[in-house]
């Protein structure tokens, strides 16, 4: 990856006439819901957008959208991109720096998880506050990443406070149960053991999923303020640790999104 590379994809994206994005938005598994309040202007599918690569699992539409949202000009990662499809972290985070690159001043992640810790219960949500990386890599690892910004980037506050503390008072004020706490990445695809379930715990870890921490590092490189909210799709207990039940995992994604919605395009009026 190098600078004249995101500069063709922005010089292919803005000779489509998108409007410059105030907020960008990425969704995770099983989160398209909020496609649906969108006044869309242009959909572009990522295998159109040169060195963006495709989105490979069915629950990600494989798209950035633009539109408006709570009187907000935003682009939207309809499906993201994750270590186990293949990619490297360059092309993982990709749509982040394009993100940035297009002017918008905020970012605003979701994504699907299981809840580690176990007073949280799945169709709820969870506010990150802090992450522990668990990919065995950093999307900052790379020959020319110097160019790009900072690589020894501050990780003591990587998501935005103010924000958060925003999310915080949003769903506190429409009666929605928004825990807060870590959230752990690791590289997937296959679902953790009873012992992993274990060590995570022993570690801090709230909730664990597959995604977020490699596009946090990178909007923190290039200053863009994020935050992020997971989907609580699954109960972790090791001790009455039952098979994995994928169509409950999106069962759950779905019960949780509309208030997910509900925060995003409240928090969006507010920036």
Do not use: W
């Amino acid at each position: 990856m190098t600078l004249d590379h995101i500069q063709e994809s922005i010089d292919f994206l803005t000779s489509k006439g998108i409007p410059t994005p105030q907020v960008g938005i990425v969704l995770g598994t099983g989160l398209g819901q909020l496609v649906a309040q969108i006044t869309v202007t242009h959909e572009i599918a990522y295998t159109d957008i040169p060195h963006f690569v495709a989105a490979t699992l069915e629950s990600h539409a494989g798209k950035l959208i633009f539109g408006s949202l709570a009187g907000k000009n935003i682009v939207v990662m309809n499906g993201r991109f994750h270590r186990y499809e293949g990619y490297d972290f360059n092309e993982v985070t990709y749509g982040i720096r394009i993100i940035k690159a297009l002017g918008a001043k905020q970012l605003l992640i979701s994504n699907a998880a299981g809840a580690i810790n176990l007073d949280f219960k799945k169709g709820e949500l969870m506010l990150i506050d802090d992450h522990i990386n668990l990919q065995g890599d950093s999307p900052l690892a790379f020959k020319n990443a110097k160019e790009f910004g900072n690589i020894f980037v501050d990780m003591s506050a990587p998501y935005h406070q103010e924000m958060n503390a925003t999310l915080e008072t949003i769903a506190a004020n429409h009666n929605i149960n928004l825990h807060k706490g870590v959230y752990a990445s690791v590289v997937g695809p296959q679902l953790e053991t009873r012992a992993e379930y274990k060590y995570l715990k022993i570690i801090g870890a709230d909730a664990v999923g597959m995604s977020t921490v490699p596009e946090v590092i990178v909007a923190n490189q290039i200053n863009l303020p994020c935050v992020a909210v997971s989907v609580l799709t699954d109960e972790c207990d090791p001790n009455h640790l039952k098979p994995i039940n994928i169509p409950e995992i999106f069962e759950m994604a779905a019960k949780a999104e509309p208030q997910l919605i509900t925060l995003y395009k409240e928090l969006i009026k507010t920036l």
